[in-house]
């Protein structure tokens, strides 16, 4: 149980991971453009968006696309060229319409996820989202590993487990048989003339276990019930 959670627990970092990784890079790019807005810019007319977007993708190869769409849905830059113009996926902008109040936004399609910022004029106005696209497959990867790992790790301490408790049933074991044989050579003396049928005349280490056995019958016999007692 406690692998499977530190499985789970590991996963939930890797993602986390990835997405505070993606939002850096998003924010730099949220920068570059509310700069740009700040001199006067319009959303859809800043030139140096597309070589920007292009560079920033190829700093992480986890990153799918980039695309940045105004308030409509429509993308108006992207590294798919041939999305531009389009419109976003509508979980996308259920997304965006979920995150009011929050700095960033983040939705998945089951393959691919997807995390974004609100890009604002100098008035505060936002006028569009960032949206960078990643795919799951790094992190299943890393999570298939860790996986693999813990399963190891998880075999070693049931085998050491099962080992331990073998090696102590082998203890008590050991120590029942020898004080069964103790038994058995005391009744075999008891048993031999020479011994005249006498527990006395046995030395302690055998006397002793077997006056115990004796006792533990006595016990047993007293506890049956009697004719009388029917």
């Known amino acids: ?8 627990k590991f996963r939930n970092t890797v993602a986390d991971t990835v ?3 993606l939002l ?4 730099s790019i949220e920068s570059s453009v509310e700069s740009a807005l700040a001199l006067g810019l319009s959303f859809a007319e800043i030139s140096t968006v597309p070589a920007l977007i292009q560079r920033e993708k190829a700093v992480d190869p986890l990153i799918e696309s980039i695309a940045l769409f105004d308030t409509s849905g429509r993308i108006l830059y992207s590294t798919s060229t041939n999305q531009i113009g389009a419109h976003v996926a509508e979980h996308w902008t259920k997304a965006v ?20 910022i609100g890009i604002e004029n100098s008035f505060g106005v936002t006028v569009g989202q960032l949206a960078i696209r990643y795919s799951h497959a790094t992190i299943e990867a890393s ?9 190891q790790l998880a075999g070693i301490g049931i085998l050491g487990s099962l080992l331990f ?8 074991l050991r120590r029942f048989l020898g ?3 103790t038994l058995e050579n005391a009744i075999k003396n008891v048993s031999e003339p020479a011994s005249g049928g006498d527990p006395s005349h046995l030395p302690p280490e055998v006397s002793k276990p077997l006056e115990e056995a004796l006792n533990e019958l006595e016990d047993l016999a007293r506890q049956l019930p009697t004719k009388g007692s029917r």
Request: charged share 15%.
């Open 1 to 8: 149980m406690a692998g499977f959670l530190n499985y789970f």
């Open 143 to 151: 999570s298939a590993a860790m996986g693999h790992r813990l399963l």
């Open 19 to 21: 997405q505070s990784r």
């Open 24 to 27: 850096v890079i998003g924010g």
């Open 179 to 181: 004080r069964l044989n």
């Open 97 to 116: 319409a979920a995150t009011t109040g929050k700095p960033h936004w983040r939705t998945d399609d089951g393959k691919n996820s997807v995390v974004g």
């Open 165 to 172: 408790v073998a090696a102590l049933l082998g203890t008590v």
